[in-house]
């Protein structure tokens, strides 16, 4: 029989630090139903905070007037997230490595690299004011493989 | 002697003093804030010369802690005193090799570790 709980939800929640602590519980919540695996939820958990961050702090520059939107789909394969920001974006490209040369001293600087290393795939829209994440439920071993 | 102060303790033993993490999640930019204010003074007026941060009670952080422990570092090093960290468990000792920030701090598995590597350097 096929479950009602709805998989996916989409949130509007205000550019304060503390605002998307109720989605994220629902978020890491519907991972555990799903018996996605304790590291998968750390990931997204990571994943999701840097995430936010960035979007109140670079994106929407702690403008109470503008909002973030989280849409989420959490499937037993797969959670699939997206934040999106009403700032004027940047390019993903332009961040440096702060694990190179004296970048590792910086105080700042290491939210994306970390998004880029827990996540199984990340995507931004082409204004750059919304990130894609995706990460797989280990527990199912379906992540695809890289091709040769 | 020991003292509690927001979201850490303090303890000064003979060779240490000891900063303590005393919540489970530090996320949120006013929670580094506070730590930040709260562990400068006791590093700026410990007579201590050896820190110890502990964090054994710490479950999750965001990388902005990260940002925190440097801050930290470079006010320990401006007093000629040093700074191990300890009680890191293995997923957040795994955001320390990804940044490759285990490179740089001075990290022990637990408090005894870290005593003892500042017993055996005096």
New interface residues.
Partial sequence: MLSKEPVGCSVVVESK??AAEKVIGQILSKMKAQKFAD?DI?AL??GL??AF?NAV?HGNKFDPAKKITITYTIRPEKAEICLADEGDGFAPGNIPD??LGDN?????G??L??IR?YMDEINFNEKGNCICMVKYNSNKNLKPKPEN | MASLKPGISVQYTETATIITFAKEKILEERDIQSLQETIMPVVEQSEQVHFILDFHNVQFLSSAVLGLLLRISKKVYEKNSTLRMCGINPKIYEIFKITRLNRIFDIYDDLDAALAAGESAA
């Fill in positions: 630090s503390s590291d750390f958990h990571l905070e840097e961050i702090k702060p694990t590792i001293y910086k105080i700042g290491r939210g690299f970390l290393s």
